[in-house]
């Protein structure tokens, strides 16, 4: 499977002719290097209700009728906006046809800001769990240091892992090292960094944290085959 950074906090996953997008904040992310009306989703995951998170999920799930994956709030949201959804909460995990899905916790915010200047209750945020073609992908969505990424990586050996690095909003590159040694992940991508001034970072500063030497920087566009 070929598993790519887009900018901010947008991963796709291309699998047996599937494609996963997570977090597809395309209009307003100037990092990105992809094109709203270039991209071919089946599956959108949404971590959690912010802007910056949700992006364009509902021009694109309508665009290639694709199914949004998500917290069953937020779900419930989007889906009067007519788009396809399917809730979930943290600690549960689905199979779909191109992998499951287990959503696990993250400590954030996850309110939706529309544009009448109302916030709405976006659930809990979360991380994700994708157990697609026998590797293990962990998305940590926006979140803070938590230990219990020793659990999450106890019961789920990790092949790669994607940690917001940014600070100001969510963990900083030393928390965010400490977060991979905590996960043990195989691999792992720092994300959710330089979209805005607050999130200003060197992603290589905290690859060189890494106790284990297992960090790779992609650039918006740049993959790694699983
Ligand atoms: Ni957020
Ligand atoms: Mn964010």
């Given at each position: 499977?070929?598993?790519?950074?887009?900018?901010?906090?947008?991963?796709?996953?291309?699998?047996?002719?599937?494609?996963?997008?997570?977090?597809?904040?395309?209009?307003?992310?100037?990092?990105?290097?992809?094109?709203?009306?270039?991209?071919?989703?089946?599956?959108?995951?949404?971590?959690?209700?912010?802007?910056?998170?949700?992006?364009?999920?509902?021009?694109?799930?309508?665009?290639?009728?694709?199914?949004?994956?998500?917290?069953?709030?937020?779900?419930?949201?989007?889906?009067?906006?007519?788009?396809?959804?399917?809730?979930?909460?943290?600690?549960?995990?689905?199979?779909?046809?191109?992998?499951?899905?287990?959503?696990?916790?993250?400590?954030?915010?996850?309110?939706?800001?529309?544009?009448?200047?109302?916030?709405?209750?976006?659930?809990?945020?979360?991380?994700?769990?994708?157990?697609?073609?026998?590797?293990t992908i962990y998305h940590a969505g926006d979140t803070g240091l938590f230990s219990d990424m020793k659990l999450i990586g106890e019961l789920h050996p990790i092949d790669l892992a994607f940690?917001p690095i940014g600070d100001n909003f969510t963990m900083g590159p030393e928390d965010a090292a400490i977060a991979a040694e905590f996960l043990q992940a195989k691999k792992v991508v720092p994300?959710?960094?330089?979209?805005?001034?607050?999130?200003?970072?060197?992603?290589?500063?905290?690859?060189?944290?890494?106790?284990?030497?297992?960090?790779?920087?992609?650039?918006?566009?740049?993959?790694?085959?699983?």
């Amino acid at each position: 499977m070929k598993v790519s950074y887009h900018g901010h906090s947008v991963v796709k996953v291309e699998t047996g002719g599937k494609t996963i997008i997570v977090d597809p904040f395309i209009n307003g992310n100037e990092l990105t290097d992809l094109k709203v009306n270039e991209i071919n989703a089946d599956y959108i995951i949404l971590t959690h209700a912010h802007n910056d998170h949700v992006g364009d999920t509902v021009e694109l799930a309508k665009k290639n009728d694709a199914l949004v994956i998500t917290n069953a709030d937020l779900a419930t949201y989007l889906g009067w906006q007519g788009v396809r959804t399917h809730g979930m909460n943290i600690g549960g995990a689905f199979e779909f046809d191109f992998g499951k899905v287990k959503m696990t916790q993250a400590f954030h915010g996850s309110g939706y800001a529309t544009s009448d200047q109302q916030i709405i209750y976006g659930g809990m945020p979360a991380g994700v769990l994708l157990f697609i073609e026998g590797k293990t992908i962990y998305h940590a969505g926006d979140t803070g240091l938590f230990s219990d990424m020793k659990l999450i990586g106890e019961l789920h050996p990790i092949d790669l892992a994607f940690l917001p690095i940014g600070d100001n909003f969510t963990m900083g590159p030393e928390d965010a090292a400490i977060a991979a040694e905590f996960l043990q992940a195989k691999k792992v991508v720092p994300i959710h960094f330089n979209t805005f001034p607050p999130i200003k970072q060197d992603p290589q500063k905290f690859i060189q944290l890494l106790k284990a030497e297992n960090g790779q920087v992609l650039k918006p566009g740049e993959s790694i085959k699983l």
